[in-house]
């Protein structure tokens, strides 16, 4: 058990029990000319969480400790897309649409890919998840429950979409999460720093909010690395 700076308090870190979860680093959210920038979105409040994601994956990975991916999109034939996704926004162009870097939100696509930065290696599961929370409809909690997992450090994008839902849904099952907030990041900065809020507030009403700095020290002296 190890100590890491956090709010609303420390969280007692448990490696034996932990793994890391990260939230739909996607080309299609984070790459200039993807889907989230076509749809006007700033992608540079994204690229920021990059850079500390690499390093905090190149400590985790070093210390030999669980990491997990995920990524939302659909199935090619679009039969686990609910009627309503389709269509929200109204725009002209939607999830299965021809895109830029492929039909948005298809596995299988270019766009749906996770950025080079963070490519999964063997041995990391990466989760293909049709909604925005990481539970809804994926077999990550028998995933976790098999490898004997009780905390997650999360991190990944959009803050107030798919990382808070996921962290809601994981709190719901029991799961300790510690949201990092250099390595999460929105296109809108005040929901970023609403979406951490609302995990931490209340006493930690779902999970706790630190920053990889504090994690990777943590893993260097209890000589993980
Ligand atoms: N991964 C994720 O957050 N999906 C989104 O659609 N986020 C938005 O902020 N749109």
């Not at 889907?35 to 540079?44: C, Q, R, S, T």
Request: glycine share 12%; proline share 7%; hydrophobic share 40%.
């Amino acid at each position: 058990m190890a100590v890491v700076r956090a709010e609303p308090y420390d969280f007692a870190f448990d490696p034996a029990q932990a793994a890391l979860l990260i939230i739909d680093m996607q080309r299609d959210f984070l790459e200039p000319g993807g889907f989230g920038e076509m749809l006007g979105n700033d992608v540079g409040q994204l690229r920021r969480a990059i850079e500390p994601n690499r390093r905090l994956l190149a400590a985790w990975r070093a210390a030999g400790l669980p990491v997990i991916h995920t990524r939302e999109g659909h199935r090619p034939d679009l039969s686990d897309l609910p009627p309503a996704k389709k269509v929200r926004g109204g725009g002209k162009t939607t999830i299965g649409d021809p895109g830029p870097m492929g039909r948005i939100l298809v596995r299988g696509e270019a766009g749906h890919d996770i950025i080079p930065e963070l490519y999964p290696i063997a041995g990391e599961p990466v989760v293909d998840k049709p909604g925005k929370g990481a539970f809804f409809a994926t077999d990550l909690e028998a995933i976790l429950k098999h490898r004997g997992v009780k905390q997650l450090v999360v991190t990944g994008v959009t803050t107030e979409v798919c990382v808070n839902t996921t962290v809601r849904e994981a709190n719901d099952r029991g799961f300790d999460c510690l949201v990092l907030a250099d390595c999460t990041g929105s296109y809108f900065p005040e929901f970023h720093a609403m979406g951490l809020n609302m995990i931490k507030a209340q006493g930690g009403i779902f999970g706790w909010v630190g920053d990889s700095a504090d994690l990777i020290a943590t893993l260097g002296a209890s000589g993980m690395k």
